[in-house]
């Protein structure tokens, strides 16, 4: 049966993924031992193996994606304990054993490498060929790398020429890893969809480690048209002479080329085979190798999830590996013994997912005390544009001001792109306000009356969401929201002083127009307190006509006192959200309408064509007035009634 | 003896247009030699380490800190300029600098030239930049067309190796032949590239009546990317890595260190061509400043170069040689070719050796943004802006393309060490304090470069001067330099422009002018400061008179029939892209007229 056939199968590609990897941490272990002034030309040429090796690993995935297996690699299995014994297990005679570590760029270390990638021909006995019911499944079958892809290619060319090359290769092309998702070095990734594609990627496999057939050269010139190179086993050959291999020279020969300069002894001494555990709980070796584990166990995960279905996560990997280097390096600078000196390392070991972390964002630490001094931090304050002067004192102030309860989705359309939000009060109604303000400016050279009205949406800004205070409408209208993170966004604000339209457009990016009022308000200085207050907002030049009237009128109603200043002010200053407040410095009585008192509040739309008007009608609907708010500031001098001395 | 042999032809300079013409001629099998002024001997990945090493020793990381300064071949430093008094020329740096305004702009003299440390931005120029004169009143006429230009654009995009999408180069005209792929797909954008487009793309740059929509795009790169399998007919590309370490620098690995020097070699630089010539055969003789031509006086025909070939930068030491061959191929640079012409007094009829120097002055704005945009990672311009390359208001102002920096505010301000070293000093901020404070800061850093056109101007120019010399007893350059009513009026819409983006996308504004720095101008009102881009051109005019030009559209000297001159000199105009596509592109068209002057003597390979 092709599928009892295909499992075993799935076991071999595994099996080839891993052994893949696993000859990775110690070149990766030998290459970072290395320091950036010495060995060159060994960090050169283990660096170009070391590539290598992710190639293979992601060619063997790609054969395994191919017929329909799927790569374990995010598995407590997947990485090996080092030191590991590599058991090489021919059909017939002795196994090849020998010991995998991580140790230090050393003579040591390179025969291990040269074990690994050992070919073919430089082994003392010529074996048999393969039959595939004599190997056992979990050793290494074959007595090389290449023996052992040779064994999975026979296998494969048995399977298609029983079963047909289509069911063999029945994996779904989407799950293969191409040239696309980032790979630079020797060879290039191939994809894998059918027998000739799979033999190229093993024969790329096997021509880089071992070498061309009888040959120490590797296939990439031919192949890809890249410089001339020796294999791995033949590159590190070259380290252990300190020669170059040339033109000419065969397998068994020894390098006869250029000279290298090897310095044995110009390495970071690393401990053997490090485990996170060797170091004391709370040292930092102990701290920087567990955040290694933990993120080469997070690596691994993005390597399964890439070889599984989600090839773009390639790209992730490489930020990760960057990482990885990173801790390496600060590991190796640790001294953990004196004499003789030795220093921490990687340790490459598994972290089970359910251990793991997220990946840690980089963290902030949280300093002691908050500088605030200008330029301390990125929050400086906001310019003032040429002119002004902050802040502004009123030396009179009129004002009456309504509010409107009116469903949220009467005011969203007025705040998107703002940076703002609707703030939703009890009923889950959103709030719309308006205010008339009628004040003095006192200057050097005399004072200024301007007349203007806001027409607002209380909101809360986007980065302050959770900071205000929970509070009920009519909390809010007496005050009771002292985080001030309740504010008004101004939707529209026509004014009868061009300076005041100048200074709140340019300080605070206000929807400022310039118009005209007719009014009736109380004064002590008109017809008593009539507690009727009348404003109309005449339409611009440019659409005249009435934009609206508003009549209010508080006579005989309870007061309840507010103490809502200062109230807050957002806008818009070079670009960005800006708030400001504005403080009433005395208490204001507020009065809460009921619903029979809603003509205590009308508000009568004019004729004129300018937006407010309309926008007016959208905000407002059909919502009758909820509360009104006045303020008439107290007069500070008063000239009293003649007498007669 | 060097002298005793004749080669087809010799070429003055090994860097990317002197490396182009050797390795092609090389190619085609006639016998080279470049000579080169600049110390290294080896194409070696060892080399190429030392030059890492000195620039991570170096504490001034400016364009040229990797490449050691040598009084033999000496170089200029953007650290030189300063502002120049009236009547005393500044002679602090390798150039003299007569003013009014200095000049800003370095480059390397050493095998591999400036490529060394560009950043590799690969524009092509536009159409319309080929006819300024005509279309706007401004600039100079190019005496060969974009369409004419195409098929160079082409190799040099092949030689050179430039990472892009087609589909998103094609702005302003720009037209490609239909399904032509760049060499790799394009460098990915970075993350600030891609919230700066969310912000603003199509927003309107409102400004004189005139309305721009604005849209950040992704930047032609000489950068090793992934090879598009559709190239050249689906023969696909091969990266070229390190030189003398191939499988090194294949892919670019955002070591955010692009200039001054690329540690991979993921970046192109002429090394990489200069090491095929090599391997083509063509001899490369460094340590050998050519410091005259010798020419005939009656057929103006050149005779030999002589060069002096100095033993070490220790010592002015020097034998005098000469080098033979049937053409000349003068490849120094702008400013070195413009030099030695008027050294060996080789005026020509036309009257514009020297003359015509011109750069893209580069105005920079910076701010933080409103949230952490990941600034100091990637290379160091992914994308940039290209709506006022172009449009009819270059009849009244320049162009200029506008680039996104990737690295904060490192250059204008010298950031991430400049914020920290006033963090540390002047604000007593230390350990996790200090840490927070720059995190939070380096984050949100942007910046914009502006790289506004200049025009070809007579008196923007270089000249010697027997008085100044250099250890050799070479001339030094003298330039003269200023910018015109046009440039600075580009210069002011780029400062609107940079507010109106700035507005639109929260950031807050925190350029700040220098008026002590080099640059610094006032101009209507507004504070303006501009650096050099180190875009060095037009000091030996192509163009199709010999009256109004000193190369023939073949590159060749109207003057001097067995001299050619490659490189950014020839620009007739700059335009608004970087030059070094562009004068690549030219450099394969004057190896065509090369070759066929080569075979019209009966030189045969």
Redesign the interface.
């Given at each position: 049966m092709l599928v009892n056939y295909k499992n075993q199968l799935f076991k071999y590609l595994q099996m080839a993924v891993e052994l893949e990897h696993s000859t990775i941490p110690p070149y990766l272990t030998a290459l970072f031992t290395i320091g950036p002034?010495d060995n060159?030309e060994a960090w050169?040429i283990i660096?170009?193996v070391v590539?290598?090796e992710m190639l293979h690993m992601t060619l063997a995935c790609n054969i395994l994606n191919a017929v329909g297996g799927s790569p374990a690699i995010d598995d407590p299995r997947f990485v090996p304990s080092y030191p590991v014994e590599l058991d090489f297990k021919p059909p017939k005679g002795k196994d090849r054993k020998f010991e995998v570590q991580l140790l230090p760029f050393s003579k040591k270390g390179i025969d291990i490498f040269l074990d690994i990638e050992m070919p073919k021909e430089l082994l003392p006995t010529n074996l048999m060929a393969f039959n595939l019911e004599q190997v056992k499944e979990m050793d290494i079958p074959g007595l090389t790398i290449g023996e052992f892809y040779h064994l999975v290619e026979l296998t494969l060319e048995k399977l298609c020429h029983e079963y047909g090359e289509e069911n063999v290769f029945s994996g779904d092309p989407a799950l293969q890893v191409g040239?696309?998702h980032?790979?630079?070095?020797?060879g290039e990734i191939l994809k894998v969809h059918n027998l000739k594609t799979a033999k190229d990627a093993m024969e790329l496999i096997v021509e880089q480690g071992e070498g061309a057939p009888e040959d120490i050269w590797d296939g990439d010139h031919t192949h890809?048209?890249?410089?001339e190179?020796v294999a791995h086993y033949f590159r590190f050959n070259e380290i252990k002479k300190g020669q170059y291999y040339q033109e000419g020279d065969d397998p068994k020969s020894t390098p006869t080329g250029p000279k290298m300069n090897i310095d044995w002894d110009a390495v970071k001494p690393m401990i053997p085979n490090p485990k996170a555990m060797d170091f004391p709980p709370g040292s930092p070796a102990r701290e920087l190798a567990t955040e290694f584990n933990m993120l080469y166990s997070q690596f691994l995960g993005v390597l399964h999830d890439t070889f599984n279905g989600q090839p773009d996560k390639m790209?992730q990997s490489?930020g990760m590996m960057?990482q990885l280097k990173h801790l390496s390096e600060a590991l190796l600078n640790i001294e953990v013994s004196e004499n003789p000196r030795q220093v921490a390392g990687p340790p490459f070991e598994y972290v089970h997912k359910s251990l793991r972390k997220e990946q840690k964002q980089?963290t902030?630490?949280?300093?002691?005390?908050y500088?605030v001094?200008p330029?301390?931090?990125?929050n400086?304050l906001p310019t003032i544009p040429e002119g002004f002067k902050l802040p502004f004192f009123y030396s009179s102030l009129y004002n009456v001001a309504v509010f409107y309860e009116v469903p949220v989705e009467q005011v969203q359309p007025y705040l998107e792109g703002t940076?703002l939000r609707p703030a939703i009060f009890e009923e889950g109604q959103a709030v719309v306000t308006y205010n008339f303000q009628h004040y003095t400016g006192q200057f050097g050279a005399g004072s200024s009356i301007t007349q203007e009205v806001e027409l607002n949406i209380l909101s809360i800004p986007e980065s302050l969401y959770g900071h205000s205070a929970e509070v009920s409408f009519r909390q809010f209208v007496l005050g009771d929201d002292q985080t001030k993170v309740i504010g008004n966004h101004r939707v529209w604000v026509p004014c009868d002083s061009p300076l005041a339209i100048k200074a709140g457009k340019e300080l605070f990016g206000e929807p400022k127009f310039l118009t005209s009022f007719e009014v009736d308000m109380p004064s002590l200085n008109g017809e008593g307190d009539t507690g009727k207050w009348n404003f109309t907002i005449k339409g611009p030049d440019d659409a005249p006509g009435d934009i609206c009237t508003v009549k209010v009128d508080i006579s005989n109603l309870e007061p309840e006192t507010s103490y809502m200043s200062p109230i807050t002010e957002y806008g818009k200053h070079?670009?960005?959200?800006i708030g400001c407040r504005w403080n009433i410095l005395q208490p204001m009585p507020a009065f809460f309408l009921r619903k029979n008192q809603s003509d205590r509040a009308t508000l009568t739309l004019g004729n004129s064509k300018h937006p407010m008007r309309m926008d007016l009608e959208k905000l407002l609907g059909d919502a009758p007035p909820a509360a009104v708010r006045v303020y008439a500031s107290a007069p500070v001098a008063t000239q009293g009634r003649a007498y007669f001395p | 003896m060097a002298s005793s042999i004749k080669y087809d032809v010799a070429i003055v300079g090994a860097g990317i247009s002197g490396s182009i013409v050797a390795k092609e001629l090389a190619k085609q099998g006639y016998s080279v030699l470049v000579l080169e002024a600049g110390t290294a001997k080896e194409l070696s990945?060892?080399k190429y380490?030392d030059y890492l090493?000195h620039y991570y020793k170096n504490l001034i990381k400016i364009p040229n800190s990797p490449y050691p300064n040598n009084p033999n071949a000496p170089q200029p430093l953007v650290t030189d300029a300063a502002p120049i008094a009236p009547d005393k020329p500044d002679t602090t740096g390798y150039f003299v600098q007569k003013g009014p305004t200095p000049f800003q702009s370095s480059y390397t003299r050493s095998q591999g030239g400036t490529t060394l440390h560009w950043l590799g931005t690969c524009l092509r120029m536009l159409p319309t930049d080929f006819k300024e004169k005509t279309l706007y009143g401004h600039g100079r006429d190019w005496p060969v067309s974009y369409r004419e230009m195409m098929p160079y654009y082409r190799m040099a995009e092949g030689e050179i190796g430039v990472s892009a999408d087609v589909e998103e180069q094609q702005f302003h005209g720009l037209q490609f032949e239909p399904g032509y792929v760049y060499p790799m797909?394009k460098i990915?954008q970075s993350y600030l590239d891609q919230k700066f487009g969310s912000w603003i793309n199509g927003m309107e740059f409102k400004y004189e009546g005139e309305r721009h929509k604005v849209n950040v795009v992704s930047t032609p790169q000489g950068r090793?990317s992934?090879?598009n399998?559709k190239y050249n007919n689906g023969e696909g590309y091969?990266?070229r890595?390190a030189v003398g370490?191939?499988?090194?620098?294949?892919?670019c690995?955002g070591n955010s260190a692009c200039v001054p020097i690329c540690p991979v070699q993921?970046k192109y630089n002429a090394l990489k061509t200069l090491k095929n010539a090599v391997d083509h055969g063509v001899e490369v003789r460094s340590q050998c400043v050519v410091s005259s031509i010798d020419w005939d006086r009656s057929s103006g025909k050149v005779n030999h170069l002589s060069y002096k070939r100095y033993k070490s930068t220790d010592s002015a030491e020097y034998v005098e040689e000469t080098a033979t061959a049937s053409l000349y191929v003068l490849a120094a640079h702008a400013v070195e070719n413009a030099k030695l012409m008027l050294a060996s007094d080789m005026e020509s009829t036309s009257k514009l050796v020297g003359k015509n120097l011109m750069d893209h002055p580069v105005l920079l704005t910076w701010a933080?943004a409103?949230e952490a945009i990941g600034a100091f990672r990637g290379p160091g311009s992914t994308s940039g802006i290209p709506s006022l390359r172009d449009g009819a208001f270059r009849a009244n102002r320049s162009g200029f393309r506008m680039e996104i920096g990737n690295w904060g505010w490192n250059w204008p301000t010298g950031a991430p060490y400049a914020q920290l070293a006033?963090a540390v000093s002047s604000?007593k901020?230390f350990?996790?304090?200090l840490?927070?404070?720059m995190?939070?800061?380096v984050q949100?850093m942007h910046r914009f470069g502006f790289l506004i056109e200049q025009e070809p101007q007579e008196s923007n120019c270089v000249t010697i001067d027997p008085k100044y010399k250099d250890k050799l007893g070479n001339f030094r350059p003298v330039i003269q330099y200023d910018l015109n009513d046009y440039e600075k009026d580009g210069m002011l819409a780029a400062r609107e422009l940079s507010r109106q983006i700035?507005?639109?996308?929260?950031?807050?504004?925190y350029t700040e002018y220098d008026s002590s720095r080099p640059g610094f101008l006032k101009w209507k009102g507004e504070q303006l400061w501009w650096q050099g881009a180190g875009h060095l051109a037009g000091t030996h005019v192509m163009g199709d008179s010999k009256d109004s030009s000193v190369v023939s559209p073949d590159q060749r000297c109207w003057d001097y029939p067995n001299l050619f001159l490659v490189g950014c000199g020839n620009m007739p105009t700059v335009g608004t892209s970087n030059p070094t596509l562009t004068m690549t592109a030219l450099t394969f068209k004057a190896v065509e007229s090369i070759s066929r002057e080569l075979k019209s003597l009966s030189i045969t390979a």
């Amino acid at each position: 049966m092709l599928v009892n056939y295909k499992n075993q199968l799935f076991k071999y590609l595994q099996m080839a993924v891993e052994l893949e990897h696993s000859t990775i941490p110690p070149y990766l272990t030998a290459l970072f031992t290395i320091g950036p002034d010495d060995n060159m030309e060994a960090w050169q040429i283990i660096r170009s193996v070391v590539m290598e090796e992710m190639l293979h690993m992601t060619l063997a995935c790609n054969i395994l994606n191919a017929v329909g297996g799927s790569p374990a690699i995010d598995d407590p299995r997947f990485v090996p304990s080092y030191p590991v014994e590599l058991d090489f297990k021919p059909p017939k005679g002795k196994d090849r054993k020998f010991e995998v570590q991580l140790l230090p760029f050393s003579k040591k270390g390179i025969d291990i490498f040269l074990d690994i990638e050992m070919p073919k021909e430089l082994l003392p006995t010529n074996l048999m060929a393969f039959n595939l019911e004599q190997v056992k499944e979990m050793d290494i079958p074959g007595l090389t790398i290449g023996e052992f892809y040779h064994l999975v290619e026979l296998t494969l060319e048995k399977l298609c020429h029983e079963y047909g090359e289509e069911n063999v290769f029945s994996g779904d092309p989407a799950l293969q890893v191409g040239p696309e998702h980032y790979y630079g070095s020797g060879g290039e990734i191939l994809k894998v969809h059918n027998l000739k594609t799979a033999k190229d990627a093993m024969e790329l496999i096997v021509e880089q480690g071992e070498g061309a057939p009888e040959d120490i050269w590797d296939g990439d010139h031919t192949h890809f048209g890249q410089e001339e190179e020796v294999a791995h086993y033949f590159r590190f050959n070259e380290i252990k002479k300190g020669q170059y291999y040339q033109e000419g020279d065969d397998p068994k020969s020894t390098p006869t080329g250029p000279k290298m300069n090897i310095d044995w002894d110009a390495v970071k001494p690393m401990i053997p085979n490090p485990k996170a555990m060797d170091f004391p709980p709370g040292s930092p070796a102990r701290e920087l190798a567990t955040e290694f584990n933990m993120l080469y166990s997070q690596f691994l995960g993005v390597l399964h999830d890439t070889f599984n279905g989600q090839p773009d996560k390639m790209r992730q990997s490489v930020g990760m590996m960057w990482q990885l280097k990173h801790l390496s390096e600060a590991l190796l600078n640790i001294e953990v013994s004196e004499n003789p000196r030795q220093v921490a390392g990687p340790p490459f070991e598994y972290v089970h997912k359910s251990l793991r972390k997220e990946q840690k964002q980089p963290t902030v630490a949280i300093p002691k005390a908050y500088s605030v001094k200008p330029g301390a931090g990125p929050n400086p304050l906001p310019t003032i544009p040429e002119g002004f002067k902050l802040p502004f004192f009123y030396s009179s102030l009129y004002n009456v001001a309504v509010f409107y309860e009116v469903p949220v989705e009467q005011v969203q359309p007025y705040l998107e792109g703002t940076g703002l939000r609707p703030a939703i009060f009890e009923e889950g109604q959103a709030v719309v306000t308006y205010n008339f303000q009628h004040y003095t400016g006192q200057f050097g050279a005399g004072s200024s009356i301007t007349q203007e009205v806001e027409l607002n949406i209380l909101s809360i800004p986007e980065s302050l969401y959770g900071h205000s205070a929970e509070v009920s409408f009519r909390q809010f209208v007496l005050g009771d929201d002292q985080t001030k993170v309740i504010g008004n966004h101004r939707v529209w604000v026509p004014c009868d002083s061009p300076l005041a339209i100048k200074a709140g457009k340019e300080l605070f990016g206000e929807p400022k127009f310039l118009t005209s009022f007719e009014v009736d308000m109380p004064s002590l200085n008109g017809e008593g307190d009539t507690g009727k207050w009348n404003f109309t907002i005449k339409g611009p030049d440019d659409a005249p006509g009435d934009i609206c009237t508003v009549k209010v009128d508080i006579s005989n109603l309870e007061p309840e006192t507010s103490y809502m200043s200062p109230i807050t002010e957002y806008g818009k200053h070079q670009g960005k959200l800006i708030g400001c407040r504005w403080n009433i410095l005395q208490p204001m009585p507020a009065f809460f309408l009921r619903k029979n008192q809603s003509d205590r509040a009308t508000l009568t739309l004019g004729n004129s064509k300018h937006p407010m008007r309309m926008d007016l009608e959208k905000l407002l609907g059909d919502a009758p007035p909820a509360a009104v708010r006045v303020y008439a500031s107290a007069p500070v001098a008063t000239q009293g009634r003649a007498y007669f001395p | 003896m060097a002298s005793s042999i004749k080669y087809d032809v010799a070429i003055v300079g090994a860097g990317i247009s002197g490396s182009i013409v050797a390795k092609e001629l090389a190619k085609q099998g006639y016998s080279v030699l470049v000579l080169e002024a600049g110390t290294a001997k080896e194409l070696s990945y060892g080399k190429y380490r030392d030059y890492l090493h000195h620039y991570y020793k170096n504490l001034i990381k400016i364009p040229n800190s990797p490449y050691p300064n040598n009084p033999n071949a000496p170089q200029p430093l953007v650290t030189d300029a300063a502002p120049i008094a009236p009547d005393k020329p500044d002679t602090t740096g390798y150039f003299v600098q007569k003013g009014p305004t200095p000049f800003q702009s370095s480059y390397t003299r050493s095998q591999g030239g400036t490529t060394l440390h560009w950043l590799g931005t690969c524009l092509r120029m536009l159409p319309t930049d080929f006819k300024e004169k005509t279309l706007y009143g401004h600039g100079r006429d190019w005496p060969v067309s974009y369409r004419e230009m195409m098929p160079y654009y082409r190799m040099a995009e092949g030689e050179i190796g430039v990472s892009a999408d087609v589909e998103e180069q094609q702005f302003h005209g720009l037209q490609f032949e239909p399904g032509y792929v760049y060499p790799m797909r394009k460098i990915p954008q970075s993350y600030l590239d891609q919230k700066f487009g969310s912000w603003i793309n199509g927003m309107e740059f409102k400004y004189e009546g005139e309305r721009h929509k604005v849209n950040v795009v992704s930047t032609p790169q000489g950068r090793n990317s992934t090879p598009n399998p559709k190239y050249n007919n689906g023969e696909g590309y091969q990266p070229r890595g390190a030189v003398g370490a191939d499988d090194l620098g294949q892919r670019c690995e955002g070591n955010s260190a692009c200039v001054p020097i690329c540690p991979v070699q993921a970046k192109y630089n002429a090394l990489k061509t200069l090491k095929n010539a090599v391997d083509h055969g063509v001899e490369v003789r460094s340590q050998c400043v050519v410091s005259s031509i010798d020419w005939d006086r009656s057929s103006g025909k050149v005779n030999h170069l002589s060069y002096k070939r100095y033993k070490s930068t220790d010592s002015a030491e020097y034998v005098e040689e000469t080098a033979t061959a049937s053409l000349y191929v003068l490849a120094a640079h702008a400013v070195e070719n413009a030099k030695l012409m008027l050294a060996s007094d080789m005026e020509s009829t036309s009257k514009l050796v020297g003359k015509n120097l011109m750069d893209h002055p580069v105005l920079l704005t910076w701010a933080l943004a409103p949230e952490a945009i990941g600034a100091f990672r990637g290379p160091g311009s992914t994308s940039g802006i290209p709506s006022l390359r172009d449009g009819a208001f270059r009849a009244n102002r320049s162009g200029f393309r506008m680039e996104i920096g990737n690295w904060g505010w490192n250059w204008p301000t010298g950031a991430p060490y400049a914020q920290l070293a006033t963090a540390v000093s002047s604000d007593k901020l230390f350990g996790k304090e200090l840490r927070h404070h720059m995190f939070t800061l380096v984050q949100k850093m942007h910046r914009f470069g502006f790289l506004i056109e200049q025009e070809p101007q007579e008196s923007n120019c270089v000249t010697i001067d027997p008085k100044y010399k250099d250890k050799l007893g070479n001339f030094r350059p003298v330039i003269q330099y200023d910018l015109n009513d046009y440039e600075k009026d580009g210069m002011l819409a780029a400062r609107e422009l940079s507010r109106q983006i700035y507005q639109k996308s929260g950031c807050t504004d925190y350029t700040e002018y220098d008026s002590s720095r080099p640059g610094f101008l006032k101009w209507k009102g507004e504070q303006l400061w501009w650096q050099g881009a180190g875009h060095l051109a037009g000091t030996h005019v192509m163009g199709d008179s010999k009256d109004s030009s000193v190369v023939s559209p073949d590159q060749r000297c109207w003057d001097y029939p067995n001299l050619f001159l490659v490189g950014c000199g020839n620009m007739p105009t700059v335009g608004t892209s970087n030059p070094t596509l562009t004068m690549t592109a030219l450099t394969f068209k004057a190896v065509e007229s090369i070759s066929r002057e080569l075979k019209s003597l009966s030189i045969t390979a």
